[in-house]
């Protein structure tokens, strides 16, 4: 008798004998019929759980075609390379299973994990995205979280140009440094977001290397959002895999905007992991993304803390946005007076002063006098602006004849010459 079974078959089944003595079998094809979700490509789709009633609740709420398994090992028997999705029960999330399913999923990169965990803490969190599973979600998932958790990770495993290649490169290091460009401002809500989502698209648009955002605002960032992406990976991924992190490992984590190429390093997803990642961790990502990409550029929240300081640091450009009204003024006052007593080189702060129309009744040489700084963008106000990110859509594609697109391209020119008719050619 084998114990792999589907799930129309009977827990009797999987008691009756060890997977030894099973006959291969053709693992069905499950993922592929997944509903409510983007549509993905066909993989194969097994759920894992030693608890009979546990895992057939989770087989049930995949639907049809989905095999089944008591522990992992068992499964190794019938791999033979074709991408698989597993779905762990909450039984995987005890002490030493995670272990077993690091070591197949290490071994076999084809597979892409989902734990559905009894409680979802932070320590369990990390020790799954640790041993490799690509998503966590609480027990009991709801049908619809799980198909899309599915379908997240099937679109990982087939069709995603930064689906896990082992040992491969997917982008060269061709020995020359990317730029590395911060957006800061000391003022909540002056753009910065805006303003790194657009030119990272459109330094995107016009390199022919990679072009990479990273989302150092780590317990509130939007960048994600503002893109319309559901990150399979964040930052998070990166710091605990930091000991072996290379440009390989970095590349499966990154996020890609189809429409643009732009690479997304995203926030972590709960703010309660900003603690746990420090300036230096952040510095050793960026160095490792600088390496195959043109350029690098940095959203942070609106305050100094360790991981902006680095990041200023290591920045060759630094884009300081200030919104056209006092208290930003003031405090963005504040911020240069901050910058210089750290030495900051001036020559790398550029001003960016956004929602400068003649409307706010303030005057740009007035500001630019105020700050002893004068501006190097001026990015007008426009209700397209919000309209865009409601709608997920970078202002330079959704409305790139506005004004605002204009200056933000003007923007990109000072990092990037804008180029005719000439995509991205991704390298691999
Ligand atoms: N030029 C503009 N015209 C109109 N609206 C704008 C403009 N720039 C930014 N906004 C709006 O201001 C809001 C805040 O922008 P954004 O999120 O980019 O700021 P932020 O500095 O990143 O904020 P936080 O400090 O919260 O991270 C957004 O809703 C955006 O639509
Ligand atoms: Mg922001």
Sequence with gaps: MSSFFTDDTSA????AGPAGEAS?????VGAGAVSGSTPSPSVNLVVIDPDDVARNRIAELLGSDVSSFPVIEDLVPYLNGEPMVIVLGPSAAVDGTLGSVERVLQAHRELGA?????????NLLQQALRSGV?????????AMQLQEAVARV???????????VAGDELFEDDGEAGQVITVFSTKGGAGKSMI??????????RSD????LVDADLQ?????VMLKLSPQHTIVDAVSSLDRLDASLLQNLLVTHESSGLLILPAPLEPAFADQIGATEMMQIVEVLRRFCSHVIVDTPAYFNDVVLGMIEISDDVLLVAGMDIPNIKNVKIGLQTLRLLNTPMEKLHLVLNRANSKVKLDVTEVERTLQVSADILIPSDIVVPQSVNRGVPVVQSSPRSGVAKSLEEMATMFAPALSGKGRGRKK
């Design 114 to 122: 989902i734990l559905v965990a009894e409680e979802l803490t932070t």
């Design 12 to 15: 009797d089944a999987m008691s």
């Design 220 to 224: 509130f960032g939007d960048i994600a």
């Design 134 to 142: 690509k998503d966590v979600l609480a027990h009991p998932a709801d």
């Design 196 to 205: 790194a989502t657009n030119l990272g698209v459109t330094l995107a648009q």
């Design 154 to 164: 099937t679109s990982s495993l087939t069709s995603s140009p930064t689906a896990p």
């Design 209 to 212: 290397k990679p072009v990479c």
């Design 24 to 28: 291969v079998p053709d693992i069905p």
